[in-house]
């Protein structure tokens, strides 16, 4: 008679003392756990902040280079906000460019023609072809350009607005008005110095206007010469330059301010009023606040310059002197952009943590404004 095989009844129970772990196992692993993962959560944590550090490195180089290529066209500034902790770059954008090219409608009329569609109309004047800095030029006798009350020329950031003409007697005209918000007026007299009234209307966060002027003093203008003139205004200074028959762009006057344009959107758009001679190359840019570049978790501004400000590609020699500077601090380390006078990042140092704003040149000194 065979033997049967002995089986373990179902609802018997396991031996744990010889399979399982002990309480004091259990609980020395438990620990080893817990350290590991600290350890993990940590090395983590770094890992983070230095990719963000590195990430805000590329966006303020980026924004660096935006602001150059922008200031081709009309100046661009950056702005840094310590207590913000943001970078903010204002740029323009063009609203209206003219250059009197010939150009005869169906009716056999000559229209200004204006970007995407903003034409604009004139009395007084004629298109002669050849007689611009660079191709066609306006004849303006007395009379003047009417742009139209496009909203695209309601900006409260900044406005730039550069003008060239070409007077055949001592000029007294005003050479761009958009209403109250800004006026740029030109005075000359035979044999004297001349001068530029700049009008602008600006507001405060509680809706508090004042109208502010500047008056600048000019050489003599001279008679029958191309004379180019640029204000420009960006919530940082208004800035007064020209440029005397193409030689490179003078600043005359610089004054600072940061309140917002008071816009008048039913006021039109007039270039040239009352002049004798010839216009050209006109472009009315309004000033954008981009999208501020916010420093994330960790990373903090230091050693902060001034505004730095770009003209023609280039750091505007009238503000720095030498190279720009602007410094960023992460895990107890700073980087410093170094940006050199041709508008470039040269360079970025690693150096100890700073804790006062002693980088980049002293703000130049303005001086208080005349108000009429």
């Known amino acids: 008679m065979k033997t049967m095989p002995r089986v373990r009844p179902c609802g018997r129970s396991l031996n744990l003392h010889s399979s399982g772990f002990s309480l004091l196992e259990l609980m020395v692993t438990m620990g080893l756990a817990t350290l590991l993962l600290a350890m993990g959560a940590g090395v983590y944590v770094k890992m983070g902040r230095r990719t963000a550090a590195v990430q805000a490195m590329a966006s303020v180089n980026q924004l660096v280079t935006q602001a150059r290529n922008a200031s081709t066209r009309f100046p661009a500034t950056i702005v840094a906000d310590a207590k913000e902790m943001e970078i903010r770059a204002y740029t323009d954008e063009v609203v209206q460019e003219l250059h009197f090219e010939t150009r005869i409608t169906e009716n056999g009329d000559y229209v200004p023609q204006g970007i995407e569609g903003r034409d604009c109309s004139f009395v007084g004047s004629h298109v002669e072809p050849t007689a611009g800095r660079l191709g066609g030029a306006l004849k303006v006798e007395g009379g003047s350009v009417t742009c139209g009350t ?51 209307q600006l507001q405060d966060d509680a809706g508090a206007q004042d109208a502010v002027s500047r008056t600048v003093d000019l050489p003599a203008v001279r008679l029958n010469e191309w004379l180019g003139f640029r204000i420009s205004y ?29 816009v008048d959107p039913d006021a039109p758009l007039v270039i040239a009023a009352g002049l004798q001679g010839w216009l050209d190359d006109v472009r009315i840019g309004g000033i954008r606040a981009a999208e501020p ?80």
């Open 150 to 200: 496009f909203a695209a020329y309601d900006v409260d950031q900044g406005i730039n607005a550069e003008v060239w003409i070409k007077p055949v007697s001592a000029p007294k005209c005003d050479l761009v008005t958009k209403g109250r918000t800004f006026k740029v007026k030109l005075d000359s007299f035979p044999n004297r110095s001349a001068r530029v009234t700049v009008t602008i």
């Open 293 to 372: 570049l916010r420093l994330p978790a960790g990373v903090e501004l230091v050693g902060l310059n001034p505004p730095i400000r770009f003209v023609d590609g280039r750091l505007d020699p009238a503000v720095h002197s030498g190279p720009a500077r602007l410094a960023i601090n992460s895990e107890g380390k700073t980087s410093v952009f170094e940006i050199g006078q041709s508008g470039a990042v040269l360079s970025i140092h690693d150096g100890e943590a700073v804790t006062t704003p002693n980088l980049g040149p002293k703000p130049v000194p303005v001086p208080v404004p005349k108000k009429e």
């Open 234 to 262: 960006d919530r940082s200074e208004l800035v007064t330059s020209t440029n005397d028959g193409g030689y490179g762009w003078v600043s005359r006057d610089r004054w600072k301010e940061s309140r917002r344009l008071a």
